[in-house]
Nanobody
Framework: QVQLVESGGGLVQAGGSLRLSCVASGIIFSITKMGWYRQASGKQRELVASITSDGVTKYVDSVKGRFTISRDNAKNTVYLQMNSLKPEDTAVYYC????????????WGQGTQVTVSS
């Protein structure tokens, strides 16, 4: 079955950086378009970045120029480098398949909490 394990979150001051990792199993990772999502308290989960199997990336406007998504197909891992963090980036971050034509996987990981203090 699909298993997604996120890590790397924490508490950081505004302007700081974090690097999130997500290890996927139970899928053919190398051909899967992956995404990073976040859910702030009281808000809906949103897709913030995605990456195709061959490395083409896309970002939501609020993180463009600050976040970088990447992947290592040999390690079944997708990363999210987050720089110049802002308090509004505070959320639980998850990885999953980009919704695209097939939708996300029904199984979600536990997520990793990112808290940015002002």
């Amino acid at each position: 079955q699909v298993q997604l394990v996120e890590s790397g979150g924490g508490l950081v001051q505004a302007g700081g950086s974090l690097r999130l990792s997500c290890v996927a199993s139970g899928i053919i990772f190398s051909i899967t378009k992956m995404g990073w999502y976040r859910q702030a308290s009281g808000k809906q989960r949103e897709l913030v970045a995605s990456i195709t199997s061959d490395g083409v990336t896309k970002y939501v406007d609020s993180v463009k120029g600050r976040f970088t998504i990447s992947r290592d197909n040999a390690k079944n891992t997708v990363y999210l480098q987050m720089n110049s963090l802002k308090p509004e980036d505070t959320a639980v971050y998850y990885c999953n398949r980009d919704p695209g034509n097939w939708g996300t996987f029904s199984s979600w990981g536990q997520g990793t909490q990112v808290t940015v203090s002002s």
